[in-house]
T-cell receptor
Framework: DAKTTQPTSMDCAEGRAANLPCNHS???????VYWYRQIHSQGPQYIIH???NNETNEMASLIITEDRKSSTLILPHATLRDTAVYYCIGHSGGSNYKLTFGKGTLLTVNP | DVKVTQSSRYLVKRTGEKVFLECVQDMDHENMFWYRQDPGLGLRLIYFSYDVKMKEKGDIPEGYSVSREKKERFSLILESASTNQTSMYLC??????????????FGSGTRLTVV
């Protein structure tokens, strides 16, 4: 799996968009970019994933650069409940069963 | 949504005890996983299973074993608990791989303290 680099922490005002960056310069052509988050005292929760195109679902949007070396997770209207550690992961899926989580970004949404 | 249930939320055990952590999923997933999570280290894979009675070592299998007698249940066993196994243990399940399933595929975790 690709090594990913994320900022250790970020702050965001409630109601504003939260933009979480991730660098994955060594990602290979068949590796997807996945985002999970972990709210305190809970297990990780899947958010979104993508390969080349930008993706959007009811939770977030994922913007992947054309060279695929970085991506940004966007929470369009952050709420206090979005305070969590956000993990960016490069993973090829298929028969590769391992999913390696790094240290993630602690997003704190402030009132 | 997939439900992954871990039997205990908090557990305190003594050094040298044999410890069983149980995990049950209700979505007929083939793949199940055990991770441990420690501050500053992220999640690390201990063992995974891709079928009943099948298991594979993850990144840090030393001091652990697993059992998968039924598809829905995946047990993590600490043969002789040690203080360095104090950690948060997370179980996960997936139909194909531990990825892109909408909804939660991780349990809420078991915080194990070995004294």
């Amino acid at each position: 799996d690709a090594k990913t680099t994320q900022p250790t922490s970020m702050d965001c005002a409630e109601g504003r968009a939260a933009n979480l960056p991730c660098n994955h310069s060594t990602i290979s052509g068949n590796e997807y970019v996945y985002w999970y988050r972990q709210i305190h005292s809970q297990g990780p929760q899947y958010i979104i994933h993508g390969l080349k195109n930008n993706e959007t679902n009811e939770m977030a949007s994922l913007i992947i650069t054309e060279d695929r070396k970085s991506s940004t997770l966007i929470l369009p209207h952050a709420t206090l409940r979005d305070t969590a550690v956000y993990y960016c992961i490069g993973h090829s899926g298929g028969s590769n069963y391992k999913l390696t989580f790094g240290k993630g970004t602690l997003l704190t949404v402030n009132p | 949504d997939v439900k992954v249930t871990q039997s205990s939320r908090y557990l305190v055990k003594r050094t040298g005890e044999k410890v069983f952590l149980e995990c049950v999923q209700d979505m007929d997933h083939e793949n199940m996983f055990w991770y441990r999570q420690d501050p500053g280290l992220g999640l690390r894979l201990i063992y995974f299973s891709y079928d009943v009675k099948m298991k594979e070592k993850g990144d840090i299998p030393e001091g652990y074993s697993v059992s998968r007698e039924k598809k829905e249940r995946f047990s993590l066993i600490l043969e002789s608990a040690s203080t360095n196994q104090t950690s948060m243990y997370l179980c996960a399940s997936s139909r194909w791989a531990p990825t892109p399933q909408k909804g939660d595929t991780f349990g809420s975790g078991t915080r194990l303290t070995v004294v």
